[in-house]
């Protein structure tokens, strides 16, 4: 696991302030993306020649190159597949939406920022984290979670699971009762390490 972070970028806005400064601040933490098995990807409207004249001026000015793709969607087709562009607001120009979509093509989580706020990255990787915590601890992350603090556990489905939470809540102290106790999560990038070793082998 896991996930494209699937970016919107808004309708005509490649060299507006708020999306520069985003834009940088992706580039900028690529690298903490791919650590998570994860890859972005951009969208906009703009054409590409727009994005790449974009992408040489940020180049030029900051020496940064950016690693990702972004995706020219001209006639909005995938914007409106995907829900971006807000009627509230304009019926062409996008909302400022952030998907994480996993493996499997199921989008897991969706962020929508107002126009005059920009995306924060460590919320987007604190959730991207969650999500594959969760995944691979089979629990559910309470909230304010952060990076390694226990998870919730799931709720018994019998009788006799539930009087055996209630006592191990009672004597461990891990809990506020039998509906809501905590374990800590496993270590999934670990999993991920092993499942990468054992493709290697295997193409061996």
Not at 53 to 81: E, H, L, Q, S, V
Not at 172 to 197: D, H, Q, R, V
Request: with cysteine; charged share 25%; aromatic share 8%.
């Amino acid at each position: 696991m896991y996930a494209r972070i699937f970016e919107k970028i808004p309708k005509f806005k490649d060299f507006t302030p708020v999306c520069t400064t985003e834009i940088i601040a992706f580039a900028k933490c690529n690298q903490e993306f791919e650590n998570r098995n994860a890859c972005l990807i951009g969208l906009s409207v703009d054409s590409n020649a727009s994005h790449l004249a974009w992408m040489y001026d940020i180049y030029m000015r900051t020496g940064i190159i950016i690693p990702f793709p972004i995706i020219a969607d001209r006639n909005g087709a995938i914007a409106r597949k995907y829900g971006m562009i807000s009627s509230d607001i304009s019926n062409t120009e996008t909302v400022r939406n952030v998907y994480i979509i996993d493996p499997d093509g199921i989008i897991r989580l969706i962020l929508i920022y107002p126009m005059n706020v920009g995306r924060c990255i460590p919320e987007i990787l604190r959730a991207l984290e969650a999500l594959q915590t969760a995944d691979c601890s089979n629990g559910s992350t309470p909230a304010n979670w952060i990076v390694g603090g226990p998870i919730i556990v799931p709720n018994p489905q019998t009788f006799k699971e539930l009087e055996e939470r209630a006592e191990s809540v009672k004597n461990n102290k891990n809990g506020l009762s039998w509906y809501l106790s905590f374990k800590n999560p496993k270590n999934c990038n670990e999993k991920l390490e092993n499942k990468e070793k054992n493709q290697l082998k295997e193409g061996e």
